[in-house]
C-alpha cells in the first residue's frame, strides 16, 4: 500500500481502534534503522569520553551507590547485578556479569576498574564462578571516573522506568578509552581499541595541552605503542604504527615472549612466559599439539604447560642442532604463538556520532570532557559558595545589630518580614536568623562566621579567575592529569610498561626447511652423474669411494637445511633439498632420477644456494649476462631455464661475482678484462656477447679485485699471478689480446670457477 492512515475500525472492530496503513519498506527500514542506532549507540560502541559502554557506566555507578569504594569491603556480585538489573540495565543477568568480570580480569583489562574476590575465571578461558560465590568492589581506576558526579559535573537522564536518574557519561579522571581499550560489533560497524600505557597517555595529553595542534610523530614519542596487560612483543613497523593513529585504523603484530634454557650437554627447550592478547593458553597449547601430531612441526617433539601464576609454556625440539630463531619464526607462521589485534577507534563522539577519530582525536577528545567537567564542578562550587556567603552575611547583620534583632522577634506579630524591611535581607538570611540557636550568639561563634565568610570569599575570587583564564583551566586540568600520573606512572608495578617492541629478524622461513634438523653434511656429485650427501665436513676427498673409472667433480659442503643448485650445459638451473639426497652409504643415486637432465646434457655446476649473491652464467659462443641467485630457483625436477642457447652452442660456466673485473678468454687464448658492471643483470636470455672470436668460443671466465689481481694455474698446478693485467684491459665484446707466455695451457684462470 502507498502512504499512511488511521481508520476508525467502526463495525470491524472494537470502537475507537486505530490502524495503521503502512508501506512493509518503509516500515521494516524505518525500524531497522532504529535497531541498528540502538545497537550502537546502547551497546557495541564506548563513548570517546570516559571509554565506557552502556552496561558499564551503569555496573560502575550502581557500585558506587552501593559504596563499594577500594577502602570498603567486597559485596556479593549478586547484589550489585541485581541493582543494575533492576534499576538501570534492563538486560539477562549473565551479559551484565560477564561485563562485570571482565573489567576485573588482569589479563583482559590493563588497568582493571572493578577488585573481584573470588574465582573470576583464568587466561586458560575457564569461565568465572557463579555470582552468588563471588565478591566484588571498586579499584583506585574505577573510582577516579565517578570523581565529581556529586558536584554536577555531567548530565543525567531518566532511567528506562523513569523512576530514578543515571549519568550520560562518566567525568571520567582517568583516561579509561585507550588505558583499558574496547572492543565491539555493531549493525554494520565495529570497535578495536587495545590497551595503553597511562602514563605515557597522561604524557602525551600534558603535550597535546601546550601544543594543540601536535603531529602524530610528536605523540608517538609519549605514546609509544599499545601495552597488553599479558605483555608480549609488538613487531610492527613504526611506520605502520604511524599510519594506523594518524588514521584511526590499522593493527599490530604481537608476538609471545620466550627464551632458551639450557638443560646440559649441549641440549636445550624453549620457554614462553607471555602469550598474546586475547589468546587462550589452553588453546594454545592445543593448537600447538595438534601441529605435532599432524606432522606440520616435525622439528618439536613435546609441547607442556607448566605454568602456575606466571605463564610457562616449554616447548621441546626434536634435536639440539635445531635453529631455535628458526624454530620460533616457524611457530609463529602456523600458530597463535603470533597474533594481529587490530585498531579500529570507532567510538561515540561527545554528540553521541559513531565516527573513527585518530589518536590525536581521541586524546582532546578526552581533555575537553575533562575542561567541561572542570567548569561545571566549578560553577556548582560557585553556586554552593554564593548560597552560604548568603547566608553568613545574613549571620553577620545580626550580629552587628544584635539587641535589634531580638527586639524585633520578641515584640514584633511578623518577625520575618520585619527583618527582611529593616535590613534588607533576603527571605533565607532571615530565615536563617530566626533558626538560629542561641547559644551561637557568643563572641566565639561570630569569629568563626566572619573567618568561614573570609575563606569563602577568598575561594570565590580563586574560582572566579579560573572560569574567567582558559589558561588557568588548563593548568588545573594539567595538574590533575600529573597526579594520575604519578600514581600509575612507569617506575611503578601496575604502571610499568608490559609489552615491549623489537623488530622481526630478517629471516626468510621457508618451511619446509625449517622443518629439516641442521646438521653439516658433504654433498658429492660424481663425473658420472652419481650423487650422495656424506656426513659431516669430508676433508680427505680420498676417503671416497666412486664406482670404477668414476671420480669425484664436485664436492659441496652444505647442511640438510639448505638448498643445493645445479648449472647444466643446457642452460638451466636445477633445484635439489639437502635432506632428501641419498645418504653416503654407497654410490648414491644417479642425479638423472631426481631432475629432468637430458643424456646429451652435463652439470656444470654445484652449489649451495644463497639469495644474496649474484652469478654470471655463460656459453660456449661467448654470450653471457648476471643473474641474481635469488631468481634461479626451480620448483619442478624440470629445472628453470635461464640461459638461452641454440644449434651447437651450450652452457659453459656458472661463477659468482666475487670482484669488480671481469675476465674471459677464448679458445684462441686472447683474454679480454672489463668492469663487471658492463654485463647486464636479466632473468632469462642469451645475453651479450662477452668477446668477439674470429675462430673457436669461450674457454673459461672469472671476476677478480683490482688489488688482487688476475691469476692462473700452470701446468704443474700452481698458482700464478698475470703480470701487467692492465694491458688487457678494453670494452665488452672487443677480441682481447694474446695471453702472456706462460699462460696456462689448458686456457683456464686460477680457480675452477665451475660452482
Known sequence: MSGTKDKNSGDSGAPGMNILEENIDDALSARYLAYAMSTITQRALPDVRDGLKPVHRRILYAMRQLKLNPENAHKKCARIVGDVMGQYHPHGDA?????????????????????????????????????????????????????GLDENAVDFTATYNEEDEEPVVLPAGFP?????????????????????????????????????????????????????????????????????????????????????????????????????????????????????????????????????????????????????????????????????????????????????MGLREVLQSFLDHRREVLQRRTRQRLGKIED?????????????????????????????????????????????????????????????????FDELA??????????????????????????????????????????????????????????????????VLSEKGWIRAMKGKVEDMSSIKFKEGDEAAFAVPAYTNDKIVMFASNGKFYTLSADKLPGGRGNGEPIRLMVDLQDDHVPLGLFVHDPERQLIVASSEGYGFRVDEKDIIASKRGGKQTLNVKGDAEGLRCIAVSGEKFASIGENRKILIYDVDELPV???????????????????????????????????????????????????????????????RAGVFATDKRL
Open 388 to 452: 552560604r556567603m548568603e547566608i553568613l552575611e545574613g549571620y553577620r547583620i545580626a550580629y552587628l545589630n544584635l539587641d535589634e534583632v531580638i527586639r524585633i522577634i520578641r515584640f514584633e506579630d511578623e518577625p520575618k518580614q520585619e527583618l527582611i524591611k529593616k535590613f534588607k535581607l533576603t527571605e533565607r538570611q532571615a530565615d536563617a536568623i530566626l533558626n538560629m540557636r542561641l547559644r551561637a550568639l557568643n563572641k566565639l561563634q561570630e569569629i568563626e562566621i566572619q573567618t568561614e
Open 682 to 744: 636479466l632473468g632469462r636470455g642469451k645475453g651479450v656477447r662477452l668477446q668477439k672470436f674470429k675462430d673457436g668460443g669461450l674457454a673459461d671466465i672469472t671476476t677478480f679485485k683490482e688489488e688482487d689481481g688476475l691469476n692462473f694455474i700452470d701446468s704443474s698446478g700452481r698458482r700464478n699471478a698475470v703480470n701487467d693485467w692492465e694491458t688487457l684491459v678494453g670494452k665488452r665484446a672487443q677480441a682481447g689480446r694474446m695471453a702472456p707466455r706462460g699462460f696456462s
Open 95 to 147: 551479559s551484565i556479569y560477564d561485563a562485570l568480570v571482565k573489567l576485573s580480569q588482569t589479563f583482559s583489562a590493563r588497568y582493571p576498574l572493578v577488585d573481584g574476590q573470588g574465582n573470576f575465571g583464568n587466561i586458560d578461558g575457564d569461565s568465572a564462578a557463579a555470582m552468588r560465590y563471588t565478591e566484588a568492589r571498586m579499584t583506585a581506576a574505577g573510582k577516579a571516573l565517578l570523581e
Open 176 to 356: 579509561n578509552l585507550l588505558a583499558n581499550g574496547s572492543t565491539g560489533i555493531a549493525v554494520g560497524m565495529a570497535t578495536s581499541i587495545p590497551p595503553h600505557n597511562a602514563a605515557e597517555l597522561c604524557n602525551a595529553a600534558l603535550h597535546l595541552i601546550k601544543a594543540p595542534k601536535a603531529r602524530i610523530e610528536t605523540l608517538m614519542d609519549h605514546v609509544k605503542g599499545p601495552d597488553f596487560p599479558t605483555g608480549g612483543i609488538i613487531v610492527e613497523p613504526k611506520d605502520s604504527m604511524m599510519e594506523a593513529y594518524a588514521t584511526g585504523r590499522g593493527g599490530f603484530k604481537v608476538r609471545s615472549r620466550w627464551e632458551i634454557e639450557e638443560l646440559g650437554r649441549g641440549q636445550w627447550q624453549i620457554v614462553v612466559t607471555e602469550i598474546p592478547y586475547q589468546i587462550q593458553k589452553s588453546r594454545l597449547i592445543e593448537k600447538l599439539a595438534e601441529i605435532i601430531d599432524t606432522k606440520k612441526a616435525p622439528w618439536l617433539s613435546d609441547v607442556r604447560d607448566e605454568s602456575a601464576e606466571d605463564i610457562r609454556v616449554v616447548l621441546e625440539p626434536k634435536s639440539k642442532n635445531v635453529d631455535p630463531e628458526l624454530l620460533m619464526e616457524s611457530l609463529f607462521k602456523i600458530s597463535s604463538l603470533e597474533s594481529r589485534v587490530s585498531l579500529n577507534m570507532n567510538v561515540l563522539d561527545a554528540t553521541r556520532t559513531p565516527r573513527v
Open 458 to 523: 577568598a575561594e570565590k575570587k580563586e574560582l572566579e579567575t579560573l572560569m574567567a583564564s582558559e589558561d588557568l583551566q588548563w593548568k588545573k586540568i594539567a595538574e590533575q592529569i600529573r597526579e594520575v600520573r604519578d600514581i600509575y606512572g612507569l617506575n611503578t608495578e601496575l604502571g610499568a610498561r608490559r609489552t615491549t617492541f623489537a623488530d622481526a629478524p630478517d629471516i626468510q622461513i621457508d618451511l619446509s626447511s625449517a622443518m629439516i634438523p641442521k646438521e653439516p653434511i658433504t654433498v
